[in-house]
T-cell receptor, first 114, second 117 residues
Framework: NAGVMQNPRHLVRRRGQEARLRCSPM?????VYWYRQLPEEGLKFMVY????????ESGMPKERFSAEFPKEGPSILRIQQVVRGDSAAYFC????????????FGPGTRLTVT | AQTVTQSQPEMSVQEAETVTLSCTYD???????LFWYKQPPSRQMILVIR??????QNATENRFSVNFQKAAKSFSLKISDSQLGDTAMYFC??????????????FGKGTKLSVIP
């Protein structure tokens, strides 16, 4: 059973460009969480999605950031007009349903904004 | 809002010795979960151990055990017989179900553990 997959593992963008980060949950999991890890910090919650629904986006910055989890395909975290402060590791985690508290993490995408 | 505090930014331990990592948290909730995650240089987040707040018995997973003191809001991790592969960042994390129905993890800033041969 393949684990949570994220790609790309490393992404370099210039200021002002768009970054798209992908997350494929574990087989059978329909719930995805996104977290951001700034340098020297712990992970911080960004957004929680089910297939085709955003359930909780209380941790998402109000501008430039968006997330989706379509019926088919991976979950996407999109950052428009990136700035240097967006440089971080972005992790997704999946769980099989809403009431299952354990989350399984992917390897993360390291975004560098130059 | 919940907060998680790890007061030891760095620690070291001799191989085969025992080390304890500290974690305290602040919450007004009664039902919640606590976790320790390990992040080796590969950056993969690996679940080490979990504890349900309603359980009085401390969780144990092989060489890893916790000391859960609910009244004191303390959740320390003990690693016995330390191995070189234990070298990593260790994050303490708190989880509860939010009003929106999600299970958000709140992480501490981490403790960098080095196991010395």
């Amino acid at each position: 059973n393949a684990g949570v997959m994220q790609n790309p593992r490393h992404l370099v963008r210039r200021r002002g460009q768009e970054a798209r980060l992908r997350c494929s949950p574990m087989k059978g999991h329909s719930h995805v969480y996104w977290y951001r890890q700034l340098p020297e910090e712990g992970l911080k919650f960004m957004v929680y999605l089910q297939k085709e629904n955003i359930i909780d986006e209380s941790g998402m910055p109000k501008e430039r950031f968006s997330a989706e989890f379509p019926k088919e395909g991976p979950s996407i975290l999109r950052i428009q007009q990136v700035v240097r402060g967006d440089s971080a590791a972005y992790f997704c985690a999946s769980s099989p349903d809403r009431n299952y508290y354990e989350q399984y993490f992917g390897p993360g995408t390291r975004l560098t904004v130059t | 809002a919940q907060t998680v505090t790890q007061s030891q930014p760095e620690m070291s331990v001799q191989e085969a010795e025992t080390v304890t990592l500290s974690c305290t948290y602040d919450t007004s909730e009664n039902n919640y979960y606590l976790f320790w995650y390990k992040q080796p240089p590969s950056r993969q987040m690996i679940l080490v151990i979990r504890q349900e707040a309603y359980k009085q018995q401390n969780a144990t997973e092989n060489r890893f055990s916790v000391n859960f003191q609910k009244a004191a809001k303390s959740f320390s991790l003990k690693i016995s017989d330390s191995q070189l592969g234990d070298t990593a960042m260790y994050f303490c994390a708190f989880m509860k179900q939010t009003g929106a129905g999600s299970y958000q993890l709140t992480f501490g800033k981490g403790t960098k553990l080095s196991v010395i041969p």
